[in-house]
């Protein structure tokens, strides 16, 4: 089995950085950190996570769909898009990787968005297993192995370096010119690293959380829940939760002048914000109890009806830490099945 | 057209008709003079002028009209009064069609229809209504039972006259909400004017209009015995990607503009109540 | 403490003073607290918390549940500074709430805690001038001081500008000189380190809007933000100018009226430094025109939207402003 040992690192994102553009996650403070481009010298972060999620690469903040000049009168439309590079992203988490491919099916799905198809074309995923799991994390409930991250290669970390295991055909393309850089080692510590990770996973805290309660089909058993207006009571409606969510894919389209032309962008959007839903004619969704029962209904039960039973959480935990007032899907999920069996 | 859903056409606004104080009625062409696309009745496109913004309308005529395509449209808000400023040569951007239609070559065919709307809502039905005349012989007796405020917020006014009335196996009722000088026909709400004239409860039912009176409008047809499963209608909520994706009309588990707008009453009833 | 506010307020709900109370819930790993609207006794018997992790300024909920009855609210000094505020602003219904004064001793910052590499956990207990974490992965045992969040290390107060009771001592104004060293820092920069540092803070910025939403100082129905007739309306910014119009309008905005309770730092999932935007208001009007504490009382005026004859003249002003 390929390793890599930790003093070669660099050697491997160097070698990486050849034929595309290399992203890990980088200590920004003290255990927080954010993906940054690799250059000579980038200190990797040791961290569990970064504080934003994957998606940004495929699903960036804000992003031009489309620009227009106007010349007597008549409308000029341009694709503002270049040829996309390739491009690679080291250190991806289980939780992560799994998230790539609920919003594979709601962009990919016809009618394909090709904004984010051309970015998945050309991204590379190389994930690594969690050794040190925090207690904010419950992917296990989402049946989410963290020992075998997936993407294209998976590298599974020990002591002294990491496991390499291609996952894709893509992954085993990109490992083959790479083969001096590693060295040959039998299997056996890939699998005791892998057994500590998942024994780790089974003291968590939220290591018993269940998830049979949801799923689709259930939207007239929780809609009318009472406990959805105690729960969202303390929620100021902000788009923590939303923006640093790795599925949450909701988005706005708006336009800008720039002052030579207007170019109309699109950008994430939450379903906890105000205007979300907000016509000329009215708002369905009045207060924050019904914004808030949105995000989770979706997450715990639309999205699974129309996706085969996947949840639309991944349970990396980012909400449970980002949240300013400390409500999260864990509480809701928690809430929702106590109660069930009062009503 | 483009396959790059997101990115709309330029087309150019040939006619603006002025319906009703708050209705103009937009006629739109490709620059080449040709109708931008094929839809199915019922179905939407999303109308934008650059710079302002992007909504999603219904198109208002007919698939058998080859010629080109148009919109009622409604003064009532940022986007719309900008769209009534327009002029005919200008132009603005068109993407679609979207949406699931009536389904006219399935559940409607060989129909007894009665077609129920109330101001702007007639803007939906008129696509169908249109395309049932020209295919007069698959479809059975059409009934249209049409109000609004008054004789001047009545949309197609003219074509009504002149046209639908006029065709064989077409009765058109009309009623606005309070007396008019100059107006001799029926004055009272619509959900009463369809009790009033009691239609035949095998009719396949078509209803559009502003929520309130379609709630209304159904609760008086299920009084008179029509059933759920005879009622289409359309659904309205906030869009602004057109597929499904964006999830701003999502609502249960349906995206309006994708698995809507066009609505199964007994559908509806499935479905949260928060529209 | 935590028992005789739990006492407290089942006595007021019980005599019919208020119909809700406004506290603490306890949640998953005894850091994650939410505030809570408790309805009776065995609520709060069952979830009421205080401790060091309370950090959550309840002030701005007041507006919404003072509009609904009776309500007593336990304020923490700097909550106190917010609620008068409020007050003074006619946001909240001072009929309709009952306020008591409880002493802090500073609040803890999780994610101090787990800058130290900390991670896992179970529980924290507090001891002494220590909290001792428990964790998956062993226990650790962290100083007080060197976990508590910015704010409470720089206090401005222990004191409780409006109550209707107390419990336990009242405290006292504390000295402000270190409260403004950081501003001091940014003000010993030449422009542009100045705008290195704010662009380099600023484009962290994700427009989740939760240090405006958690503000209590930014009460507006309709923000200008998400309002499409304001000409400003944005959701994400559409470029760097506008990244940084979203935070410097909102400065703008709140000041004279900011009580630099610290929220919007505490809320911020990128660690913008955002008080030392409001802080240099305050620290401007204090210089400008004289000592001036929002919140304090809700009678004196703003100096911002006041003029007298003693004004700074606006040269003065740009003239500090360029330097």
């Known amino acids: 089995m390929l390793f890599l040992k930790s003093a070669d690192l660099e050697r491997f994102l160097a070698a990486a950085s050849e034929t595309r553009t290399v992203y890990v996650p980088v200590d920004v403070e003290p255990k927080k950190s954010a993906y940054r481009k690799w250059t000579p010298g980038t200190a990797v972060s040791k961290g569990l996570k970064t504080t934003r999620s994957a998606k940004d690469f495929f699903f960036p903040q804000t992003e031009d769909l489309v620009g227009f000049r106007i010349e007597n009168k008549k409308i000029q439309i341009l694709d503002p898009r270049g040829e996309e590079e390739d491009f690679a992203v080291f250190g991806v988490r289980a939780c992560d990787a799994r998230s790539f491919g609920i919003l594979d099916k709601v962009f990919l799905s016809e009618p394909v968005d090709t904004y984010y198809e051309n970015r998945r074309a050309h991204g590379l995923i190389l994930t690594m297993t969690c050794r040190r799991p925090a207690e904010t994390c419950f992917c296990t409930a989402f049946g989410i192995d963290p020992a075998s991250p997936g993407g294209d290669v998976a590298f599974t970390e020990t002591a002294d370096g990491w496991y390499v295991e291609a996952v894709t055909e893509r992954g085993r393309d990109f490992l083959a010119p790479l083969g001096d850089l590693f060295e040959d080692r039998d299997g056996s510590g890939a699998e005791a690293a892998k057994e500590e990770t998942r024994a780790i996973m089974k003291r968590l805290p939220l290591a018993d959380l269940q998830t049979d309660a949801f799923g689709g089909g259930k939207t007239k058993e929780f809609f009318d829940r009472p406990e959805w207006a105690s729960l969202s009571e303390a929620c100021i409606g902000c788009g923590t939760c939303t923006f640093v969510c790795p599925t949450c894919q909701c988005y706005d389209i708006r336009d800008y002048d720039t002052g030579h032309g207007v170019k109309r962008f699109r950008c994430w959007d939450s379903c906890m914000y105000s205007d979300f839903t907000k016509m000329a004619g009215g708002n369905p969704r009045l207060t924050q109890k019904e914004r808030f029962r949105q995000r989770f209904m979706h997450k715990l039960v639309y999205f699974p009806e129309n996706n085969g039973g996947e949840f639309g959480c991944v349970g990396c935990g980012r909400c449970l830490a980002s949240c300013p007032i400390h409500m999260n899907i864990v509480k809701v999920m928690k809430t929702l099945s106590e109660g069930q069996d009062e009503s | ?275 | 403490m935590q028992e005789m506010m739990k006492k407290r307020a089942m006595e007021l709900l019980a005599d019919g003073t208020v119909t809700r109370v406004i506290g603490w819930r306890r949640g998953e790993f005894s850091y994650d607290i939410s505030p809570a609207v408790f309805e009776d006794a065995a609520q709060i018997e069952r979830d009421f918390v205080w401790d060091a992790f309370c950090g959550a300024n309840v002030s701005k909920y007041l507006i919404r549940e003072s509009a609904k009855g009776r309500v007593l609210a336990f304020l923490k000094p700097c909550d106190a500074f917010s609620m008068n505020q409020l007050l003074a602003e006619h946001r909240v219904k001072r009929e309709n709430v009952y306020l008591i004064g409880i002493p802090c001793a500073g609040k803890a910052d999780i994610d101090r805690i787990k800058a130290r590499g900390i991670d896992g956990v179970t529980g924290i207990e507090e001891d002494g001038e220590a909290f001792v974490v428990h964790t998956i992965y062993g226990d650790e045992r962290v100083g007080r001081a060197d976990v508590l969040a910015e704010r409470c290390l720089v206090c401005k107060s222990k004191r409780h500008p409006v109550y209707d009771e107390l419990l336990g001592e009242e405290g006292e104004d504390l000295p402000d000189d270190a409260r403004f060293a950081g501003v001091e820092k940014l003000e010993a920069m030449t422009a542009e380190e100045r705008f290195a540092f704010w662009r380099g803070e600023l484009s962290k910025c994700i427009r989740c809007n939760a240090c405006r939403n958690v503000c209590p100082a930014c009460t507006c129905e309709n923000c200008v933000f998400d309002n499409p007739d304001s000409g400003i309306s944005q959701k994400a910014a559409a470029d760097p100018f506008e990244e940084n119009m979203y935070h410097i309008i909102r400065a703008f905005h709140v000041a004279g009226r900011c009580t630099d309770c610290g929220e919007c730092s505490r809320v911020c999932p990128e660690h913008i430094p955002l008080h030392l935007l409001n802080r240099k208001f305050i620290k401007d009007i204090d210089e400008l025109y004289g000592t001036y504490r929002a919140g304090e009382d809700d009678e004196t005026k703003n100096p911002l939207t006041s003029f007298t004859e003693g004004d700074a003249e606006p040269a003065v002003v740009r003239k500090r402003g360029r330097a």
């Open chain 2, 1 to 275: 057209m483009n396959p790059e859903t997101l990115i709309p056409h330029p087309v150019v606004v040939e006619d603006v008709r002025i319906d009703t104080p708050d209705v103009k009625t937009f006629r739109i062409l490709t620059r080449e003079g040709d109708k931008p696309f094929d839809h199915l009745p019922g179905q939407c496109a999303m109308i934008s002028v650059p710079g302002v913004g992007e909504g999603m309308f219904s198109i208002t005529s007919s698939p058998t009209n080859r010629a080109y395509m148009e919109f009622s449209i409604k003064k009532c808000g940022h986007l719309t009064s900008w769209l009534h400023a327009l002029e005919p040569g200008m132009e603005v951007t068109v993407r679609g069609p979207y949406g699931r239609p009536f389904p006219v070559e399935e559940d409607l065919l060989g129909r007894d229809l009665l077609f129920i709307a109330g101001g702007i809502g007639l803007a939906p039905l008129r696509s169908v209504i249109n395309y049932v005349r020209d295919n007069r012989e698959r479809y059975g007796d059409v009934e249209i039972i049409y109000g609004a405020r008054s004789k001047d917020d009545l949309v197609d006014y003219r074509e009504i006259l002149e046209e639908w009335q006029t065709t064989p196996g077409v009765r058109v009722h009309l009623t606005i909400d309070r007396e008019q000088v100059g107006w001799d026909g029926h004055v009272g709400f619509v959900p009463n004017y369809v009790k009033e004239l009691n239609p035949d409860l095998k009719k396949t039912v078509l209803v559009c209009g502003p929520p309130i009176m379609i709630k209304f409008t159904v609760q008086g047809l299920t009084e008179l015995g029509f059933a759920p499963e005879q009622i289409w209608t359309t659904m309205e909520l906030r869009m602004k990607c057109g597929v499904g994706k964006c999830g701003r009309c999502n609502i249960g588990a349906k995206y309006v503009c994708k698995d809507g707008p066009v609505f199964r009453y007994d559908e509806l009833g499935e479905l949260p109540d928060e529209y």
